[in-house]
């Protein structure tokens, strides 16, 4: 397919911008890693924020975080970068900028900065290590300027990583564990199991996530572990071990439930604690007898991700431990650690293309030549012919043997209502 033919294989891949849209059908405003930042800044209670840039940039922030003052006295302000200073800098307007931020009241200060100050080459880090001694607020910043980052995860992660620089080393509490990647109030994404088991077992939970308060955050260095949930929370996962010393164990990334039983024995084993052998019994053997069922039908048949995936490629690993085998997956990024997600997947005879979807309506169509058997993720009500397994952002969160469950009985209910995997044929029309 001509369509296909610029896009890279998978082990083509190193990072994020090696990704190729797979249609002209490009959307940047919404792809913007500042919006999504200028969104995170305002649900942190405490913290401020600077975004520095261009009047487009700045204009477009206030769509999103419309007012100055947050609604416990956090100050979000914009500098809008004047003519000489996209020539010569801005290195005096920034500094005062923040000096009258910290006089005004301002806790601690994120400074966003877009694409003209990047591609000026500000030195930002040499702006807050001179100005930093004369202020009683905390800055840190992140570089978003989307030439570099293109594409809103960005905006989540590198943000989250971010707050690492506000943090600083306490006396370790054995019985504090951060959860990273679920906020306090998140009450309608159902919890892991093993999260009320470890508070059962007298273990005080701190949820760190957009959402929470940045005392929330400071006072995150206490904890004897991080339990990651959330890709967007993983790279300040590991700040905080190379930094503080506090080790992690990445749960979002797995699925099959031979994984699971590993992980949760070296937990316990960490934590000096015996799981009953009731605690997650039935979850686990349902998923245990899901993947079994759904193994013997899915072997050999091959798929595509589309839209609304937050982690591709630790899906894709479990799809091929069950048999299946990927055409084209659609990567929004490429996470640091997806490098090693992307080895074990290759190291299985799997190397497909990989691309960045953007507009389905107008992708949809490319899609619909693929020799594939069904698609993960969002396909628009119009499409027919593919089956879909949909809606994957509703695991975001969860982890366990209970989404591995959900996610083979959706897979489950798709073969059924096709007719896939037992004796049905395939719904493509074109190889690749």
Request: negative net charge; charged residues 25%.
């Amino acid at each position: 397919m001509n369509e296909l033919s610029r896009l890279k294989r998978l082990s083509a891949v190193r990072s994020s911008s090696g990704i190729q849209f797979l249609t002209p059908a490009v959307s940047p405003g919404s792809h913007c890693p500042m919006r999504i930042a200028s969104v995170i800044v305002e649900g942190i209670e405490g913290l401020s924020s600077l975004l520095v840039g261009m009047p487009e940039c700045t204009t477009h922030s206030r769509l999103f975080n419309p007012y100055p003052e947050g609604k416990h006295g956090e100050l979000h302000w914009l500098y809008v970068l004047e003519e000489q200073e996209v020539v010569f800098g801005c290195r005096e307007g920034l500094i005062n900028a923040l000096q009258k931020m910290d006089r005004a009241g301002a806790k601690a200060i994120l400074l966003i900065v877009t694409c003209v100050p990047e591609l000026i080459g500000e030195d930002i880090e040499g702006i807050l290590h001179e100005v930093q001694p004369e202020l009683s607020a905390r800055v840190t910043f992140v570089m978003l300027g989307q030439f570099k980052n293109v594409s809103y995860p960005p905006g989540s992660w590198k943000t989250m990583e971010a707050l690492g620089r506000l943090m600083a080393a306490k006396e370790t509490d054995k019985t504090r564990i951060n959860v990273l990647g679920r906020s306090p109030d998140e009450e309608h994404i159902p919890l892991p199991s093993i999260l009320p088991e470890l508070n059962r077992q007298g273990f005080s939970l701190r949820y760190l996530a957009p959402g929470a308060s940045l005392a929330d955050f400071q006072s995150a260095t206490d904890a004897r572990l991080n339990l990651v949930v959330s890709p967007f929370m993983q790279p300040l996962a590991v700040r905080m071990e190379r930094e503080f010393g506090i080790p992690y164990i990445p749960l979002h990334i797995l699925y099959d439930a031979e994984s699971i039983d590993r992980t949760y024995q070296a937990l316990a084993a960490d934590l000096g604690l015996a799981w009953g052998d009731e605690t997650w019994k039935e979850e686990r053997r349902q998923a245990l007898a899901l993947e079994k069922q759904v193994g013997e039908r899915v072997k050999g048949l091959r798929y595509a991700f589309s839209l609304r995936l937050d982690m591709p490629l630790p899906l894709a690993v479990y799809l091929a431990k069950l048999g299946m085998e990927p055409v084209l997956l659609h990567m929004e990024e490429y996470y640091p650690e997806d490098k090693d997600h992307a080895l074990e997947l290759i190291s299985r005879g799997q190397d497909p293309l990989i691309c960045r979807m953007v507009n389905i309506e107008a992708e949809l169509s490319i899609l619909e030549k693929l020799d594939i058997d069904v698609c993960f993720g969002y396909l628009p009500e119009r499409s027919k012919t593919i089956p879909c397994v949909p809606e994957m952002l509703d695991f975001y969160g969860q982890t366990g043997y209970g989404r591995t469950g959900g996610l083979l009985q959706r897979i489950l209910r798709i073969l059924d209502q096709r007719d896939i995997g037992k004796g049905g044929t395939g719904n493509g029309a074109a190889s690749v």
